[in-house]
Nanobody, 127 residues
Framework: QLQLVESGGGLVQPGGSLRLSCAAS????????IGWFRQAPGKEREGVSC????????NYADSVKGRFTISRDNAKNTVYLQMNSLKPEDTAIYYC????????????????????WGQGTQVTVSS
């Protein structure tokens, strides 16, 4: 079964940058579309970004468009989320998740579609 481990979270000042990594094991990553989700205290989980199996399609939440970039390196079994111009409202636990899809260039930013989840990494944006 697919196992996912996030890393790269931490404390950063507003306007700063972080790069999150999602490392996969158990199956080759190219069988899965991968999504990043986040949950802040007292708020519902929200989709941040997703990338299709071969990387040809990406989707972003409106709140992060132009600031976050998702990418994947299937040879390294890793997906990345580059986060720039971070704001305090980006503070949350960030999770990556895997969606087993037949289609190569589809990803859906809806949590219910994803079967495999990592344990999360904390991102705190504060001065």
């Amino acid at each position: 079964q697919l196992q996912l481990v996030e890393s790269g979270g931490g404390l950063v000042q507003p306007g700063g940058s972080l790069r999150l990594s999602c490392a996969a094991s158990g199956f080759t990553l190219d069988r899965y579309a991968i999504g990043w989700f986040r949950q802040a205290p007292g708020k519902e989980r929200e989709g941040v970004s997703c990338i299709s199996r071969h990387g040809g399609t990406t989707n972003y939440a409106d709140s992060v468009k132009g600031r976050f970039t998702i990418s994947r390196d299937n040879a390294k079994n890793t997906v990345y989320l580059q986060m720039n111009s971070l704001k305090p409202e980006d503070t949350a636990i960030y999770y990556c998740a895997g969606d087993r899809l037949i289609l190569l260039n589809v990803c859906v930013l809806r949590g219910g579609n994803y079967d495999y989840w990592g344990q999360g990494t904390q991102v705190t944006v504060s001065s």
